[in-house]
């Protein structure tokens, strides 16, 4: 009998131990796959560093939550 491997989101390679901080980071990793709009031109933002956005149609720079845009 082979081991069985849980899958569980994006985060089962934490396997066993970390129940309640991969709880929160599948929440989070979720929320990172939506895409981030520009506050100013509501094109495409991309994160370039912790709570810093850049976006890539008006070049502008600001900064955001640390995970995404709006928290
Ligand atoms: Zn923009």
């Not at 934490?14 to 520009?38: P, S």
Request: aromatic share 8%; proline share 1%; hydrophobic share 35%.
């Amino acid at each position: 009998m082979g081991v069985k491997k849980k899958k569980i989101g994006a985060a089962g390679r934490f396997g066993a131990g970390y129940g309640k901080v991969k709880n929160k980071l599948i929440a989070v990793e979720k929320k990172q796959r939506i895409r981030q709009d520009c506050p100013f031109c509501k094109g495409r933002a991309v994160r370039v560093s912790k709570g810093i956005w850049n976006c890539k149609k008006c070049n502008k720079t600001f900064a955001g939550g640390i995970f995404h845009l709006k928290d």
